[in-house]
């Protein structure tokens, strides 16, 4: 992107306000809207993968050690991961910043 | 060629749509449009039209299916009245914003309740403001022509608009009139098939309707403002080229005995050539009276109606719908916020009558004129008159 958010005008719109850069929405940082953070207690993590599975952001991905988390790009926070979480490695705490 | 054919508005409108070879209507019958949709299926399944026929279940899936088929590039319409043109009201805004041409006859319906299927303006002017050109037609010729017009003004690359075309259901879609039909070379010639510039394609992927925040709504809905206001010169430049080929002219404002009278007639759609009747006997009988009728009402020509009413002394305008509540009639206080700034205005005064079906004569026209004029002179405690209503 050539221009940042504040800088276009309705000029440099595409007729209809298409999208024509495939896969653009990447660039949503939908991890703004979150209140809270999911932390993780890996010691009791079973890799099974059931929060990767419930995930309705499909932010979730394997780190090196093949423990499942969040992309905090994209994580809004939502805490289905840790209901979902049966071993209970993850806990939902407040954003303080 | 010529020749008049003595036709149903409702059939030659769809014959119209065959000369423009539509390749995707997708539309759901309901009075007083049916006799369209229903030609257009008879003319697909003869295999006389080779376009899709898309039967849906209601006009809210109708728009959502001309959505798709224009975002494919297809030439796309549809049609529908009254209810249903609310149903769709939603989608309506889809379109316009999204800038996918496609054309969409209106065949002008009271809206319930008492149900009624018989005709005003209240459909009309409850989709004012979704962003479509909508052009009010007052015959079957006027349709027919508007209908080929309008697809040539959507599809044109510094458009990109869907157009509505309006016409008094019943009234016009009814009736049998002598209708000359382009042929089909020179309709051809003045439509040529078109590319829209970013149809849905899997090799070339785009996204359509994708979600505005607060960032970009604003500079998009500034977009689409702008959009539609400067389609008024294609609109205009549709109308001359159309009028050099096939020798009938539209205009923004249309003008009967217009220029220099004192005391003016506002009317739209149908109704406008009872009172052309009334213009004539009233002129005859020593009266100093002129017509104007708004041809396009949206773009709203403010340029063109205000060179129109200049020199006149009262402006009557007469709505066929009520806006509830507030100004009551919908144009007449579109026609007042438009001469506001103006130093020199005529008197405006409103009329609604003529609603869910009911006839004005023409000497119903003559009593609204005679009576718009003492109004104007006397004043009055109303926002605006009802003419015939029983009290």
Known sequence: ?97 | MTTRVGVEVSIAIADAVKLCNADVVAAYPITPQTHIVEHLAELVANGELDAEYIPVESEHSAMSACVGAAAAGARTFTATAGQGLELMHEVLYIPSAMQLPMVMAVANRALSSPLSVWGDHSDLMAVRDTGWIQIVVENGQQAVDNIICAFRIAEDKRVLLPVMVHLDGFYLTHVIEPIIFPEQGDVDKFLPSYNYPFPLNPDKPVAMGDFGPPFIYTEAKWMQEMNLRASKKVIMECWNKFGKAFGRQYLPVEKYHSDGASVLLLTMGCFSETAMVAIDELKAEGNDVGQIRLRLWRPFPFEEFRQAVKDADVLIVLDRAISFGGPGGVVASEVKAALYEQDKKPKVVSFVAGLGGRDITVSGFKEIIQKGIEISRTGSENEYEIYGVRE
Do not use: H
Not at chain 1, 22 to 37: F, L
């Open chain 1, 1 to 97: 992107m050539a221009k940042s958010e504040s800088e276009i005008t309705w000029k440099d719109l595409e007729i209809g306000c298409i999208v024509t850069e495939p896969g653009s929405a990447r660039q949503y940082e939908t991890g703004a809207w979150r209140s809270q953070r999911p932390t993780y207690d890996f010691d009791k993590c079973i890799k099974c993968g059931i929060c990767q599975l419930y995930c309705p952001e499909g932010c979730i991905e394997q780190n090196q050690d093949g423990y499942f988390e969040a992309n905090m790009f994209y994580c809004k926070g939502c805490g289905i991961c840790a209901r979902e979480c049966w071993p209970r490695v993850i806990t939902m705490v407040e954003e303080e910043e």
